[in-house]
């Protein structure tokens, strides 16, 4: 209830921003949109003035599936306020979005705001240079991928959403849930000296992020990030609330520390540096993956892709893995959808839209880093019990099977991603 509550809430403010504004302005409206929803204008025969075209430089997968750069059109412009609701009927229609375009209060206003897009635009051209998607580590991931077992995911959710009322930011329950994942993460890398694990503090709350550091032996600079979020929520939570969270995101936090165990246990040493992320306080705004993005960024850390692992073990539909396109990276997003089809042949692949910056992977995609976000089903398909005291593995059928494809998911990219190309050929003598 809470959740369809806070998310309603979020989803009308985005549309208010398409309608609401144009009942305030007069007849003639400034707004911007990119070419699809102007040729959409122009066909619906809509009065236009003052069109100023302006050029956006994207980051864009060509055929080959690498990133490139291309300029988009936007367009800046007076419109007759009756066809912005026909507009927008179109744009849900045809584009299946709401974004399509933007209503400005001035002409200096959406300069300002086609300015700010292309400083995000070329912010994503800024990644490292030299990331490639290719498939090439099949010796590795072939002989990983079959050591992950379902019975860890399962428990690991179950202690996560039974041994904590909740894991809210500023509870007791949130604060120990971090500091017993830190002990467990511990326990996960010892002997290994080329692994770390460290709290990551936030100024303002007390629950802690957990970050565990695999070193690359020869690119440890390139960062590869998996990560989803410790916290959990049911809306107004305080000390005794019980928010047992097991799908959101429990199942997220279970699938990526099972990938981690696989690679610590066999021994596996990526070239580019693997970390793995317990993020605090996401249910109250992204706040600890923001904290955590914004710090990489202001230090000019190289991460090379990041994947988010949020609610990964109901499955409300007959697909097994809905990749989500907005706040996400296509070119990653294609790499991923490769490396289900090369690895997991028989899972069904489909995409959806959240519609705002629903998780983790928006801090990260907002400060300019490549991001994807793969999710347990499409959008209104996906588990209706969380952000309550039901959000319990029962609803998954007390196992994790689901989630278990997350983790071949996630352990293929880590291992394809993290080893920065094929491996050096072996001396042939
Ligand atoms: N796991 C959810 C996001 C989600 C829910 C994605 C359902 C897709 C379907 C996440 O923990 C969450 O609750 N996000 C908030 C927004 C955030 C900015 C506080 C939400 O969706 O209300
Ligand atoms: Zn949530």
Same mark, same amino acid.
């Given at each position: 209830?809470?959740?369809?509550?806070?998310?309603?809430?979020?989803?009308?403010?985005?549309?208010?921003?398409?309608?609401?504004?144009?009942?305030?302005?007069?007849?003639?409206?400034?707004?911007?949109?990119?070419?699809?929803?102007?040729?959409?204008?122009?066909?619906?025969?809509?009065?236009?003035?003052?069109?100023?075209?302006?050029?956006?430089?994207?980051?864009?997968?060509?055929?080959?599936?690498?990133?490139?750069?291309?300029?988009?059109?936007?367009?800046?412009?007076?419109?007759?306020?009756?066809?912005?609701?026909?507009?927008?009927?179109?744009?849900?229609?045809?584009?299946?979005?709401?974004?399509?375009?933007?209503?400005?209060?001035?002409?200096?206003?959406?300069?300002?705001?086609?300015?700010?897009?292309?400083?995000?635009?070329?912010?994503?051209?800024?990644?490292?240079?030299?990331?490639?998607?290719?498939?090439?580590?099949?010796?590795?991931?072939?002989?990983?991928?079959?050591?992950?077992?379902?019975?860890?995911?399962?428990?690991?959710?179950?202690?996560?959403?039974?041994?904590?009322?909740?894991? @809210?930011?500023?509870?007791?329950?949130? #604060?120990?849930?971090?500091?017993? %994942?830190?002990? =467990?993460?511990? +326990?996960? !890398? &010892?002997?290994?000296?080329?692994?770390?694990?460290?709290?990551?503090?936030?100024?303002?709350?007390?629950?802690?992020?957990?970050?565990?550091?695999?070193?690359?032996?020869?690119?440890?600079?390139?960062?590869?990030?998996?990560?989803?979020?410790?916290?959990?929520?049911?809306?107004?939570?305080?000390?005794?609330?019980?928010?047992?969270?097991?799908?959101?995101?429990?199942?997220?936090?279970?699938?990526?520390?099972?990938?981690?165990?696989?690679?610590?246990?066999?021994?596996?040493?990526?070239?580019?540096?693997?970390?793995?992320?317990?993020?605090?306080?996401?249910?109250?705004?992204?706040?600890?993956?923001?904290?955590?993005?914004?710090? @990489?960024?202001?230090?000019?850390?190289? #991460?090379?892709?990041?994947?988010? %692992?949020?609610? =990964?073990?109901? +499955?409300? !539909? &007959?697909?097994?893995?809905?990749?989500?396109?907005?706040?996400?990276?296509?070119?990653?997003?294609?790499?991923?959808?490769?490396?289900?089809?090369?690895?997991?042949?028989?899972?069904?692949?489909?995409?959806?839209?959240?519609?705002?910056?629903?998780?983790?992977?928006?801090?990260?995609?907002?400060?300019?880093?490549?991001?994807?976000?793969?999710?347990?089903?499409?959008?209104?398909?996906?588990?209706?019990?969380?952000?309550?005291?039901?959000?319990?593995?029962?609803?998954?059928?007390?196992?994790?099977?689901?989630a278990l494809k997350f983790a071949k998911l996630a352990l293929a990219y880590a291992v394809e991603l993290g080893s920065d190309g094929p491996a050096p050929k072996a001396d042939t003598k």
């Open positions: 209830m809470m959740k369809k509550l806070h998310r309603a809430a979020l989803v009308s403010s985005t549309l208010a921003t398409c309608f609401v504004a144009s009942a305030q302005a007069g007849p003639m409206v400034w707004a911007s949109m990119g070419e699809d929803a102007y040729r959409l204008l122009r066909r619906a025969g809509a009065q236009l003035e003052q069109v100023e075209p302006h050029s956006v430089a994207i980051q864009a997968p060509a055929a080959d599936g690498r990133v490139g750069t291309r300029n988009e059109s936007v367009y800046l412009m007076q419109v007759d306020e009756e066809a912005l609701p026909r507009l927008s009927h179109e744009v849900h229609e045809n584009l299946k979005k709401c974004g399509g375009f933007m209503l400005h209060t001035s002409r200096a206003e959406g300069r300002k705001v086609v300015a700010q897009f292309r400083d995000a635009a070329a912010k994503q051209a800024n990644q490292p240079a030299g990331v490639s998607y290719g498939i090439d580590d099949q010796a590795e991931v072939n002989a990983l991928m079959p050591q992950l077992q379902e019975s860890n995911i399962r428990s690991t959710i179950v202690k996560l959403s039974t041994e904590y009322k909740n894991r @809210y930011y500023t509870t007791t329950g949130g #604060v120990g849930s971090s500091n017993d %994942l830190l002990t =467990t993460w511990k +326990q996960l !890398a &010892a002997g290994r000296d080329d692994v770390t694990v460290k709290q990551f503090t936030h100024p303002s709350w007390p629950q802690k992020s957990v970050i565990l550091t695999i070193k690359g032996t020869t690119n440890p600079g390139k960062i590869v990030v998996i990560g989803g979020h410790l916290d959990s929520t049911i809306g107004w939570t305080n000390e005794n609330s019980i928010a047992p969270g097991a799908d959101d995101d429990a199942s997220g936090i279970a699938t990526l520390q099972e990938v981690m165990r696989v690679l610590l246990s066999s021994n596996y040493k990526p070239r580019r540096t693997l970390q793995f992320m317990a993020y605090a306080a996401e249910e109250v705004g992204l706040k600890g993956s923001q904290g955590i993005a914004a710090d @990489y960024q202001s230090k000019g850390k190289k #991460v090379v892709g990041v994947l988010q %692992l949020d609610m =990964t073990n109901y +499955q409300g !539909a &007959a697909s097994d893995i809905t990749m989500i396109t907005d706040y996400t990276n296509s070119a990653q997003n294609k790499f991923l959808k490769d490396l289900a089809a090369h690895y997991m042949p028989s899972y069904n692949v489909n995409e959806s839209r959240c519609g705002y910056a629903c998780s983790d992977h928006a801090s990260w995609t907002n400060r300019g880093f490549v991001a994807s976000f793969p999710f347990e089903a499409p959008m209104g398909d996906d588990n209706p019990y969380i952000h309550t005291p039901n959000d319990t593995i029962s609803k998954s059928g007390n196992n994790a099977n689901h």
